[in-house]
């Protein structure tokens, strides 16, 4: 995310992997991919599902599931790609269903817990009773 005062407004796409909800910097994504045919790589690590002809970029694709250790489950209706623009490097992300864009305060992400410190997690939002782990996903691709 970019880095401003504590107090700035930022937009976050919002998402479902499993039953949990997680958000990462609308300014991150370039767009969403309904979910189609990937070439696959040999010897790729297993979280890699292998690459995407997007309008003529070859864009690496990555299953948060498998990064996580979630189960398999066939795609859904509603499951797509998220294609990440980190730099002017793209990065594509299976994700189960996009949910919300919202606009939260900097100052209202809770840092994250120390718990095993995983780099990908920027801190942790309380939205109306539910909590939504907030992602810097360049640290997983």
Known sequence: MAATSSNDALQMVTFMLGREEYAVDVMEVREFVDMIPVTKLANAPGHVEGVIDL???VVPVISLRKQFGLPAVEDGTFTCIAVMDFGGELKGFVIDEVTDVIRVQRSTILPPLDVGGEPWVEGILNLENR???????KHLA
Do not use: E, F, P, Q
């Open 55 to 57: 309008r003529g970029s």
């Open 131 to 137: 909590l939504v782990v907030v992602m810097d996903l």
